[in-house]
């Protein structure tokens, strides 16, 4: 379970600066658990403090700017992508905690790192730390925080502030179904409040009704990544042209009492494992390797979609026409991608049933593409037989041969060892360093 996350401000006196900076100034501490995040040695006073001498009312005033962004938007190649994120962003003169806050929908990754020890820089934080949080405990910890902020300004007879008029905004939206919806696919997308497209909002909105608005979340989400937002349209016109014929209702499923945990209980990595483990157990595959015509079985398509590699777009989807007929389209050229890809819609099927036309594989950072890549990778490579047949041997040359055996791609094979604690993390590649959460 992600642990208790804890935001303080002991106030100080400051001479200077703003009505907002003086009234607001405080020791500020992030704390996880009894961690100190914010943790440092304070140059002054020539010792380690829990917390840095700050500005409250501007770390609350970008935390309320940023809330939808902290909320939904998974780490993305967003160019401005860090300013919403990165606690050093904020500026205004302080040195600033080096935590980098990004969401997967369900919980809230907190990494704190510690910063280089320099002559003119009064603090260095020291924490390397990641804090994982539930995000509705992380809503509660900064609506509490910008609240405290908020009263102390009342305290010191300061009038509205900016903090004020935009967090009125943030609650009306939050309590407004639709205006919260656009909010969060605008977050999805890698836009502040009002940027984005209203065209494109639109578009979003009118394909959630059609494909479902979990699968419309997570196209948004991989648009972020780069390259074209997929409207309905364009992904039917896609299936038609590069998928293969799928029946959904004999896409296999788990049985009743198969006990997964619900989604955000646990770490995606592991919902997706234990789903894939209580597949193998009801399906009878012991340890050994999935043959492409088993897999294909298991999915409902022809063996060809795995075989065949067609040109299609930067993401790989299950699009249902009705419970009989439906159309799969894998991205990848190589076999073991596609093979991965494939396992993954299946995952998808058996965690989110009844969740829609549409079953998207992309590229983003959320819980639930996360969860896909760890059913992926233990159902085709399940880690109890992988782990026995590297028995200790985790050279690069030896994980080739357990991937090559299994027909899964060497990536597949370290991040199962990195997820199993076999491999540090940081020896794993980036696309898997949210993984953690």
Known sequence: MPGELTITADWELLDTGSPEERACFAAVTIRFDGVSLTEGRDAFVNR????????AYHL???????????????RSNVPDWAFAHRLTAIGEGYVWPNITVSSDGERMALIARPTRERPDTPFRY???????????????VLDQF???????????????????????????????????????????????????????????????????????????????????????EALREIAERTGYDSS?????????????????????????????????????????????????????????????????????FALDQDAAAGRV???SKWETGRRFELARLVGDRIVHPANGRLYPATRAYTYRQKMQRSFAAELLSPFQA????????????????????????????????????RLEREELDGEFEAAVT
Request: charged share 25%.
């Open 248 to 316: 959904p209702r004999d896409v296999v499923g788990l049985m009743p009492g198969a006990g997964l945990p619900p989604a955000g209980r646990v770490a995606a990595w592991r919902l997706g494992a234990a789903a894939a483990s209580a597949l193998r157990e009801q399906q009878g595959l012991a340890a050994v390797p999935i043959s492409n015509q088993k897999l294909a079985r298991l999915a409902a398509v022809r063996t060809e979609a795995l075989t065949r590699p067609t040109h299609g777009p930067n993401i790989s």
């Open 126 to 140: 020291i924490n390397d730390f990641p804090a994982i949080v539930d995000a509705r405990e992380f809503e509660f």
């Open 386 to 421: 992988v782990d026995e047949m590297l028995a200790g041997d985790y050279s690069m040359e030896n994980q080739q041969d357990v991937a090559d055996h299994f027909q899964v791609s060497e990536l597949t094979i370290r991040t199962l060892l990195v997820n199993h604690c």
């Open 48 to 55: 380690v403090r829990s917390g840095p001498m700050l500005s």
């Open 146 to 232: 910008i609240d405290q902020v908020r009263g102390q300004l009342r305290a010191e007879q300061i009038g509205e502030t900016n903090l004020d008029r935009i967090w009125t905004d943030v609650g009306s939206e939050r309590h407004d179904p639709d205006l919260a919806r656009r909010r969060k696919l605008e977050a999805l997308l890698g836009r502040d409040p009002d940027e984005a497209d209203e065209l494109t909002i639109e578009s979003l909105v009118a394909d959630a009704q059609l494909l479902g608005e979990s699968a419309v979340n997570e196209v948004a989400a991989d648009y972020a990544q780069g390259g074209d937002l997929l409207t309905a």
């Open 329 to 331: 389209v894998l991205r």
């Open 60 to 74: 609350a005033e970008w935390m309320a700017w940023n809330w939808w962004r902290l909320r939904w938007e998974p």
